[in-house]
């Protein structure tokens, strides 16, 4: 039997939507934030580029269509316009709060460019650790209680209602009882073999939501950053920020060529999806490396606008910006995720609310802006603590969930599943995608749901389940979800 604590509100995730949703609640409320390790494993944490906010209220328009051309048109527009216009004031709040983002002498903020955003509109802190200094700055803020090992396996849901959740804390299982849930527990990164993400992104409560029956939308939409240095053993690749293409660094090949401008004539400053994708195709093509090439750049310019990248690569044996780097594309994040409102409300689910990553707002369609994440994660974030607010969820008496899965958290197999699916996805369910790719991936997902596995990894496979399944339906390439043999399918139907 587990110990009971009970709250006015558990958030799940403490990168940036858990920790904002919470500072926009009041220090009355008896709120507990929970996160799966220290509250710095979060893919907030590792953000470099930077935080887009519209520059001023005529910037609007541009930043909504910016958006919306990223997204391969297939954003909600509703969304992608309460972004764009609460940005300004999600920017104010947060100076006048004291976040540090980085100013010219005179105190300006500085703003730097991505790719395919018509202007300089991203806010930037540390030169090129812009997720570490918010996550720190909202950490130094928060007055609600914060614990940490804290493994979430379960959703207390019945009838409508969310209850809370059941979680390992310290390894001991724990009913946490709760007014309202906040799901703000990010993407799903571990599905992939090469990821830019915190180790702690695993798709479980994702899992979770599919099995209770909860919508997942756009899942076919998985976004592939294109300059990524994948050769480190560690599970966690190293990003090079888009910014750094914004100021103006070459995609390359061996010979120095800048073959991007053979796909895109915006050539490093195509979105996200179509980069990731020329670069895919034009190794698979000519079997040439690719590279990063940074040579243009004045040493200590550099060296100040990306002293983190700088110090990274210097430790593994890279002199930047003269040293080229090899890259290759890699997992990087989830447009799609749990379906929500604008404020967050889980539809059919009272007291459940989703934040961030985790979140399908419908902002970014078929592929995300660069450096939307970020003010994503905050407004909505803000809006779920209004909704929170608003909803007036009491609890009265709590059902009796007898069935728990503490003791079954992990099977003696799973971690060669566990490879193997991150294989699969990263083969059949990646950059380019085809229909016998997608449909080995699911025979895989389906057998291994059949075997003796854990629950972690039943959650993942109900997840990389929901991904391959939403890619099977979209016959048509979209944003960045590409199939290769599409005339063929249409032509086998
Ligand atoms: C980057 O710095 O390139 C990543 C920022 C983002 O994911 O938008």
Redesign the pocket.
């Known amino acids: 039997m587990s110990e009971i604590k009970k709250y006015d509100v558990l958030i799940i995730g403490a990168g940036l939507a858990g920790l904002y949703t919470a500072a926009n609640l009041p220090a009355n409320l008896n709120a507990l934030i929970v996160c799966k390790d220290v509250p710095w494993e979060c893919n907030t944490f590792y ?4 935080i887009v906010t519209a520059l001023d209220e005529e910037d609007v328009p541009f930043h909504i269509q910016d958006t919306i051309n990223a997204g391969a048109r297939h954003n909600k527009l509703k969304a992608v316009e309460v972004l764009s216009k609460e940005s300004i004031e999600i920017r104010e709040d947060f100076l006048k709060r004291g976040m540090p983002f980085d100013v010219d002498e005179n105190g300006n903020l500085l703003y730097t460019k ?1 790719a395919a955003h018509s202007t300089n509109r991203i806010l930037h802190a540390g030169g ?1 650790a812009t997720g570490r200094y918010m996550h720190k700055f909202l950490m130094e803020q928060n007055y609600h209680k914060l614990q940490r090992n804290t493994l979430v396996y379960d959703l207390l849901i019945e009838n409508g209602r969310c209850y809370g959740a059941r979680a390992m804390v310290n390894y001991k299982p724990v009913t946490i009882q709760a007014s309202s849930t906040v799901i703000a527990s990010g993407g799903i990164g571990s599905l992939y073999k090469y990821n830019t993400n915190s180790r702690t992104v695993s798709a479980d409560i994702h899992g979770i939501c599919v099995e209770k029956g909860i919508a997942l939308k756009d899942m076919e939409f998985m976004q592939f ?1 294109p ?1 990524v240095f994948v050769k480190t053993p560690f599970a966690r690749k190293l ?5 750094l293409r914004g100021e103006g660094a070459h995609i390359v090949d061996e010979d120095g060529y800048r073959f991007l401008f053979e796909y895109d004539k915006r050539g490093e400053l195509a979105s996200r999806d179509i980069v990731s994708r020329a670069i895919f195709l034009y190794k698979r093509k000519t079997g040439k490396k690719v590279y990063l090439d940074f040579s243009m750049f004045d040493e200590k310019w550099f060296h100040k606008r990306f002293p983190n990248i700088t110090k990274t690569f210097a430790k593994i044996g890279y002199n930047l910006p003269k040293d080229r780097v090899e890259i290759s594309p890699a997992f ?2 989830a447009n799609g995720g749990i379906e929500c409102d604008l404020y967050g409300r889980i539809p059919g689910v009272k007291g459940l609310y989703v934040a961030g990553e985790a979140a399908c707002t419908g902002v970014h369609g078929a592929n ?1 802006l ?5 003010l994503e994660g905050a407004v909505f974030a803000k809006r779920v603590a209004t909704a929170i607010l608003n909803d007036k969820n009491c609890l009265v008496g709590h059902p009796k969930f007898d069935k728990d899965y503490d003791t079954q958290l992990h099977e003696e197999n799973d971690k060669a599943y566990k490879h193997k699916l991150r294989e699969i996805m990263w083969k059949d369910v990646g950059i380019v995608r085809n229909k016998q790719g997608l449909l080995e991936a699911k025979n895989f997902i389906y057998d291994t749901k059949n075997k003796k596995i854990g629950r972690l990894l039943e959650l993942r496979l109900n997840t990389a389940a929901a991904i391959v399944n939403a890619a099977l339906n979209r016959k048509e390439s979209l944003g960045s979800h590409y199939i290769e043999d599409e005339t063929q399918n249409k032509g086998n139907e």
């Open positions: 953000a470099q580029g930077g991505e090129d950053h300059t990003l090079l920020t888009e910014a990087h994040y995300r660069a450096s939307n994440s970020l």
